[in-house]
T-cell receptor
Framework: DADVTQTPRNRITKTGKRIMLECSQT?????MYWYRQDPGLGLRLIYY???????NKGEISDGYSVSRQAQAKFSLSLESAIPNQTALYFC?????????????FGPGTRLTVL | LAKTTQPISMDSYEGQEVNITCSHN???????ITWYQQFPSQGPRFIIQ?????VTNEVASLFIPADRKSSTLSLPRVSLSDTAVYYC??????????WGAGTKLIIKP
């Protein structure tokens, strides 16, 4: 969905490096999410935010941190990347006026940690 | 512990109706059940959502029995372009999202 953009789309980094993945949205939604996807494991929630001052841990937050700089921007950081963080990362939004199960996903960032 | 379970893979042929069932354990009684479609190298895309009974839109139908212990996504007259991974999504009593692991659907000519 072009309304949710992620940068970079692909990134290769080395073990121990700090890396930031960025997400921007023009949908005007307050709720934003970061997911990780591994083959055969589906989507796992890392962090979510219901507004600029609200940050919540998801299922697998260890090793990650987030920043909600504005309603439209939600960044995910890997403090010290490790190889098992190699995965596809998705940002998503949802409308607080609707069901929060109806989410709009970005195109994903493919991260490889060597 | 809330959980959603769906078949790992299915295959069918063009023109057939395909039904994918998701089992829900201990999901919230008052929240929606939602299905998504994902193509390779893309984010998941919302297909349909329902609370109970039957919901139909231009691409699919969703059947949810009264006990809400399962849901069935029905794709009528599939084509090759319906080859994708399909996810069901519910939530638990604390409104934590519970994603299924996905069903890889392969449509053959």
């Amino acid at each position: 969905d072009a309304d949710v953009t992620q940068t970079p789309r692909n990134r290769i980094t080395k073990t121990g490096k700090r890396i930031m993945l960025e997400c921007s949205q023009t949908k005007g939604h307050d709720r934003m999410y970061w997911y990780r996807q591994d083959p055969g494991l589906g989507l796992r929630l890392i962090y979510y935010s219901f507004d600029v001052k609200d940050i919540n841990k998801g299922e697998i937050s260890d090793g990650y941190s987030v920043s909600r700089q504005a309603q439209a921007k939600f960044s995910l950081s890997l403090e010290s990347a490790i190889p098992n963080q190699t995965a596809l990362y998705f940002c998503a939004t949802s409308d607080p006026q609707g069901s929060y199960n109806e989410q709009f996903f970005g195109p994903g960032t493919r991260l490889t940690v060597l | 512990l809330a959980k959603t379970t769906q078949p790992i893979s299915m295959d069918s042929y063009e023109g057939q109706e395909v039904n994918i069932t998701c089992s829900h354990n201990n999901i919230a009684t008052n929240d929606y059940i939602t299905w998504y479609q994902q193509f390779p190298s893309q984010g998941p895309r919302f297909i349909i959502q329902g609370y109970k009974t039957k919901v139909t839109n231009e691409v699919a139908s969703l059947f949810i029995p009264a006990d809400r212990k399962s849901s069935t996504l029905s794709l009528p007259r599939v084509s090759l372009s319906d080859t994708a991974v399909y996810y069901c999504l519910g939530s638990d009593s604390n409104y934590q999202l519970i994603w299924g692991a996905g069903t890889k659907l392969i449509i053959k000519p």
